[in-house]
């Protein structure tokens, strides 16, 4: 299946027969055979068993990262040959997969795929979607990736290591990547002594080690790891062993000494010991504070609707459908056209609708084109009747943003949008107020201010 990355062109033909949708879309994670750091995306899909695949001619898929690494991309499958039949010879179903999109872990991913030539207008959408949520750094796949083997090296210790008699003790920070740890002892390259491997779930270990009297100190400590990617080949961590200070303790009070004096002694100690407390409360409170700001994860809001009112002399095809896949594509936004609800504007008529979506939507756009229309007669048959129909729609529209203008209500919903420089004429100077921007030289500013509701 040769890939095409862009907009599909098919959006400007009205077909008289479209295929109908995926029948399954399924996504998990593999390893890339080229790249060891790099895990990527098994997208699959089955095709209904209906007569309309024999005009299906392609598939396009789009994948829409949130969390810390914003991302979004489309590819797009073409069939090399057409479908004859409904079920391969095997009778099973049509299965195709496509393995792409490098993700990261620990987040959350939106797939989107709908089959090419796509639906007409005023005809429901065929698109499917499903969110996929990748592992962290423990699964037996992600576990490869560059960020996950870039946060392992990144591990710190934190190791003091001191002796008292024949005892040495070690105290370390552990990661958050592996369980198991060895400590060992070592004199000149020599192992003294070591514990066996831990089974470890605590942020800070401590463990003493038997060694010979005297022969610890001025040695070194080092502390093997075994992470699930580098096993026992991890990078290890070493620190000297010091003496442990000495601990000044008080003189034993004499037994006819009275119990005041005894207790002159201990209230002071207990004191310091609950100001010592207190202090790392607090300490450990703010550290998950800090901790839950910085490495806070944004929530993927879903995508915002928005109606498009285009001026009469726009043409429909060449420039609002492209438009409306722009917004669709790289704005996540869910588009209201009248041409794609023609048969609810019959049943209501056109004041009702304009009224209830200018309601539901959170952003309406009047649309210009600082180019002439002249391919209406080419692209729709009715073009005569097409233009009328706009027109209606635009000056009711208008009306509605006059009467807001008034009102002052609902006035942060309005957008004007051109392609290329446009000027509004006189009688439409009133959605001067309205922020305006200009395709596609504005163009990230425009969908930021957008999502901005």
């Known amino acids: 299946m040769p890939l095409f990355q862009g907009p599909s062109k098919e959006w400007m033909v009205r077909n008289r027969l479209t295929p109908g949708g995926l029948q399954t879309l399924r996504v998990n994670p593999v390893a890339s055979p080229s790249n060891s750091h790099t895990v990527r995306l098994n997208i699959s899909w089955t095709l209904k068993q209906d007569g309309s695949i024999q005009m299906l001619k392609a598939t396009k898929i789009c994948v829409n990262g949130g969390g810390q690494f914003l991302s979004y991309g489309c590819v797009r499958c073409n069939y090399t040959e057409a479908f004859y039949n409904q079920t391969p010879p095997s009778g099973s179903k049509w299965e195709f997969h496509y393995v792409g999109f490098p993700i990261q872990p620990e987040t959350t991913y939106f797939i989107r795929a709908h089959n090419i030539p796509p639906a007409n207008m005023n005809e429901d959408s065929t698109a499917i979607s499903v969110e996929f949520t990748s592992s962290g750094c423990k ?97 290890r961590r070493s620190a000297t062993i010091f003496s442990c200070p000495e601990i000044l303790r008080p003189v034993e009070p004499n037994k006819s000494q009275p119990w005041k004096y005894q207790l002159f002694i201990i209230l002071p100690s207990l004191g310091v010991a609950l100001w010592v407390l207190a202090v790392g409360l607090y300490l450990l409170w703010r550290h998950e504070r800090v901790k839950k700001i910085l490495f806070h994860t944004p929530v993927l809001l879903p995508p915002i609707k928005v109606l498009i009112i285009y001026h ?87 009306n509605l943003f006059c009467s807001d203008l008034k009102s002052q209500v609902s006035l942060h919903k309005y957008l004007v949008v051109s392609l290329g420089k446009v000027t509004l004429a006189e009688d439409h100077s009133a959605l001067g107020v309205c922020p305006k921007y200009q395709l596609m030289k504005d163009a990230m500013l425009f969908c930021k201010d957008l999502l901005t509701i």
């Open 139 to 235: 699964n037996p796949v992600m576990k490869y990736t560059r960020k996950c083997q870039e946060d392992e090296n990144q591990w710190t210790a934190n190791i003091t290591a001191c002796q008292e008699e024949n005892v040495v003790q070690v105290n370390f920070s552990t990661s958050s990547f592996g369980l198991k740890y060895n400590v060992l002892v070592l004199k000149e390259g020599e192992v003294l002594n070591n514990t066996e491997t831990k089974e470890l779930n605590q942020s800070w270990v401590s463990v003493v080690i038997p060694v010979p009297v005297e022969e610890g100190k001025g040695d070194t400590v080092q502390i093997i790891p075994h992470f699930s990617t580098c096993s026992y080949v991890c990078p």
């Open 312 to 398: 009469p002399h726009v043409c429909f095809y060449h420039a609002v459908c492209d438009f409306a896949e722009y917004l669709q594509d790289h704005c996540r936004s869910d588009v209201i056209l009248d041409q794609w609800q023609k048969r609810k504007i019959a049943e209501v008529g056109l004041v009702l609708w304009v009224t209830t979506q200018k309601k539901e939507a959170d952003k309406i756009i009047f649309f210009f084109s600082s180019q002439a229309c002249t391919c209406d007669s080419f692209c729709y048959p009715n073009a005569g009747g097409h233009r009328d129909s706009s027109q209606d729609l635009f000056t009711l529209a208008f």
